[in-house]
């Protein structure tokens, strides 16, 4: 018999040749025995297991055998017995024995581990092509996003030059119109003339439209809000309406609130809102109709709810075109001569303000928009405080005994823009023209103007590198500056004057208007060569600029005042020693000290001069003649006149008066 751990079979071996067993029953023990009784005890036995070891098991006298740890597989166990005298026969005693494997070590487990593995290596392929192609999406909505953002600048950089393309032939159309109903009579022609001036404005405003519109979409107007008042913000914008809805024969209502709190808002952006909201309720509303602007402010803790409403009884919106309104350029069948572009900006106005608008319309009755949006309370403000008066609007002209005219440099692409430029000024002054930048800046350079007036977007060089290279150019540095441009944004402005420009101008630009902003700049300068021109009794040139200068030109007079002390003796020093000291020409020299002090070169030397002469004689340093030598007055004689024209007393007088003291 057999026991497999502690089992014991069931039949005899005779009647078993094959058992199977599960694969943790893995140890087994067999028990044998011989048919000789004659000593049982010393029969000898001799055994193996095929499937673990195919060599026999040395004779022995043990009548069984335990083989542990058997990995699943077949086994065959053999035994041969010698009897007590050790005769083998050869005939043994076989039972096979099948150890299975666990469950996971079966082929259906292998088949569902092989198709488990090849689910797995499925979804990772399938991860990553998915993987993949998200990696690829967002690559392309990076480029589209990209491609977009650079759509967007070209755009913008289109739009921006086609408002200047635009703005300058409607400068030539509107300037010249308003100028010619000042002086018009017949009515029949200024009625013709007012036709122009209105359609060239309504022009103007369309351009001034898209612009926004380009800036709008490229993230480049940036809000101006400061504390006001809803109500007199929407009172200001709307009250120019008044007068063309009479002239129509329609009823504007205006229901304000007439209390309320300050709030942050953009007075100019709420402006352009609400003109466009009357305009277009204007455009629809036939004669004897009916137009309402009502605004409400509800208060809350945190902010203030602003509702503007515009009703109009016009024609109304048919229901398949209402979505519509606000897309850019699109037009009802009762488009009444519009652009499509109105709206359109309300929305981007009040979607840059975080509000939203709504429109509702009922053909035949009317259309009601709607505007919302949150304003924060402004905070405590108080304007700043200043004793200095505003300047004056009119400055006067240069004055009558001056040598000569002012020379002005006009410095435009545009001939007709120049021509008009030209006829607009007064005839008080020389002008001189220049087609693109670079001609502009040499001719600058080469004449040294009183004032220079320059076009922003011209070939060559634009208005800005002109004005940065004239600042720069110590020659030109003292140049009043004045850009015209198309570009009407608060950054434009503020790039311009950060460039150098002393004035900025947004066309289309008033006739009148520039010839103030010319005469103002002309007579600071006026003031400030009147200013060195009349010092004199001991005021020295060197000490008494009084802060009226700017940076540059004091560093340049500090610089040419150097020069003349080193060499206050030198009497040989002529203009052009002067000049090639200061790394100028002999005329660009002459006409800087003449623009900045109103003086000739030799007059400001011989003033320097005559002023240290005057210190020295003061502190009692020498004799006259000492005096006049050391500073560049080798003849007494002359020095005494020079003296005493300056300062109104001789040398020797003044030299008396200090002993005195």
């Known amino acids: 018999l057999a026991t497999v751990e502690g089992g014991w079979l069931q039949k005899s071996l005779e009647e078993t040749s094959f058992i199977t067993l599960a694969h943790d029953q893995n140890q087994l023990t067999f028990e044998f025995a011989a048919m000789d009784f004659a000593a049982p005890r010393m029969n000898q036995f001799r055994y193996r297991l095929v499937g673990a070891g195919e060599q026999w098991i040395e004779p022995t006298v043990e009548n069984s055998a335990t083989f542990a740890h058997l990995a699943p597989g077949e086994y065959t166990f053999e035994v041969e017995s010698g009897g007590s005298k050790g005769i083998w026969s050869g005939k043994t005693a076989k039972l096979t024995v099948e ?17 488990l593995a090849m689910g797995g290596l499925w979804n990772v392929y399938r991860f990553q092509v998915n993987r993949a192609q998200l990696r690829n999406k967002l690559a392309f909505e990076q480029r589209e996003a990209h491609r977009l953002v650079e759509l967007d600048r070209i755009k913008t950089n289109f739009f921006n030059s ?14 010249p119109v308003r100028q010619m109903l000042q002086e018009v009579k017949d009515q029949v022609f200024r009625h013709k003339l007012e036709l122009v001036d209105r359609n060239a404005r309504r022009l103007l405003q369309y351009v001034n439209q898209l612009l926004d519109l380009s800036k709008l ?18 009172r200001m914008a709307a009250e120019p309406f008044l007068p063309l809805a009479e002239q129509k024969n329609i009823t504007l209502k205006l229901v304000l609130p007439e209390n309320g709190k300050d709030v942050m808002l953009d007075t100019l952006v709420w402006e352009q809102l609400v003109s466009n909201l009357l305009s277009n309720a204007l455009k629809f509303t036939d004669s004897e109709g009916i137009i309402t602007l009502e605004l409400t402010t509800e208060e809350q803790p945190a902010d203030a709810l602003v509702k503007l409403r515009v009703k109009d009884s016009g024609i109304g919106i048919a229901p398949e075109a209402l979505p519509r309104i606000f897309d850019r350029f699109y037009q009802t069948e009762h488009g009444r001569g519009g652009t499509g572009i109105g709206l359109a900006l309300c929305k981007e106005l009040v979607a840059r303000m975080g509000g939203h608008i709504l429109a509702e319309s009922v053909p035949g009755q009317g259309t009601e928009f709607r505007v919302m949006v949150h304003l924060p309370y402004s905070p405590e403000f108080q304007p700043p405080v200043t004793d200095q008066p505003e300047p004056a609007l009119l400055m006067p002209a240069k004055p009558e005994n001056a040598p000569e005219k ?11 823009l120049r021509l008009l430029l030209r006829a607009s000024l007064p005839v008080d002054y020389r002008i001189a ?3 693109n930048g670079l001609e502009g800046i040499q001719m600058a350079q080469e004449l040294v103007p009183d004032l220079v007036i320059s076009d922003w977007v011209m070939p060559e060089k634009t208005g800005l590198e002109v004005a940065e290279t004239l600042k720069k150019n110590p020659t030109t540095s003292h140049i009043p500056f004045i850009l015209l441009t198309a570009k009407s944004g608060a950054d434009a402005r503020l790039m311009g004057l950060e460039y150098g420009a002393d004035v900025f101008l947004s066309k289309p630009f008033r006739a009148d208007e520039l010839t103030v902003q010319v005469r103002n700049l002309l ?14 009794n001991g005021n020295s040139i060197a000490e008494n600029d009084n802060g009226m200068l700017p940076a540059k030109e004091h560093e340049f007079l500090q610089r040419l005042i150097h020069v003349i002390e080193v060499n206050l003796d030198n009497e040989a020093l002529d203009a052009d020693g002067f000049a090639r000291a200061m790394f100028l020409s002999r005329s660009q020299l002459h006409r800087k000290i003449h ?20 210190e020295m004689l003061g502190r009692k340093e020498g004799s006259i003649s000492e005096v006049a030598w050391r500073t560049g007055f080798p003849n007494a004689k002359y020095f005494s006149t020079c003296f005493k024209e300056r300062f109104g007393i001789t040398p020797s007088a003044l030299g008396n008066a200090s002993r005195e003291r």
């Open 99 to 115: 150890i299975l494997p666990p469950w996971y070590q079966t082929y259906w487990a292998y088949s569902c581990f092989f198709i």
């Open 162 to 175: 086609v408002t200047h393309e635009f703005r300058t032939p409607l400068t030539l159309m509107i300037e």
């Open 217 to 234: 979409e490229a993230g480049k107007m940036p809000l101006d809000a400061r504390p006001t008042l809803p109500a007199q913000a929407t």
């Open 406 to 416: 002012p020379l002005l440099l006009l410095i435009e692409d545009d001939p007709d």
């Open 433 to 435: 023209e220049a087609a």
């Open 523 to 536: 007579a600071s300068r006026e003031r400030l060569r009147a200013h060195f021109s009349q010092l004199s």
């Open 595 to 614: 623009a900045l002090t109103g003086l000739s070169l030799t007059e400001f030397v011989r003033n320097y001069r005559l002023d240290r002469a005057h």
